[in-house]
């Protein structure tokens, strides 16, 4: 069992920058992939970035590459993302997601999500 818990949403303008952190509970940590998605009104939920268990592959969405950075400290159970340059398009809740699978771009993929976090990016 992995619970997820993520922070560091918030209201930000254009440009600007936030990072979203989650903390994970359990004792895979270093087993699980990691990824986050995010979801806007009315729309599905979307892939954003996912990292797999050692951190060394990563995989990002054409519309976050450049910008977003993912990152995860094993030790800590914690993954990180850090969004540069925010756009009005990036405002969503975003949701950290725990996979054990080897794909990690689609939402069948997880086995466990966060609650999510707001994301609110002013033009």
């Known amino acids: 069992q992995v619970q997820l818990v993520e922070s560091g949403g918030g209201l930000v303008q254009a440009g600007g920058s936030l990072r979203l952190s989650c903390a994970a509970s359990?004792?895979?940590?270093?087993?699980?992939?990691l990824g986050w998605f995010r979801q806007a009104p009315g729309k599905e939920r979307e892939f954003v970035v996912a990292?797999?268990?050692?951190?060394?592959?990563?995989y990002y969405a054409d519309s976050v590459k450049g910008r977003f950075t993912i990152s995860r400290d094993n030790a800590k159970k914690t993954v990180s993302l850090q969004m540069n340059s925010l756009k009005p398009e990036d405002t969503a809740v975003y949701y950290c997601?725990?996979?054990?699978?080897?794909?990690?771009?689609?939402?069948?993929?997880?086995?466990?999500w966060g609650q999510g976090t707001q994301v609110t990016v002013s033009s």
């Open positions: 997601a725990a996979s054990y699978g080897v794909r990690w771009l689609s939402t069948s993929e997880y086995n466990y």
């Open positions: 359990g004792r895979t940590f270093s087993s699980i992939a």
């Open positions: 990292i797999g268990r050692s951190g060394d592959r990563t």
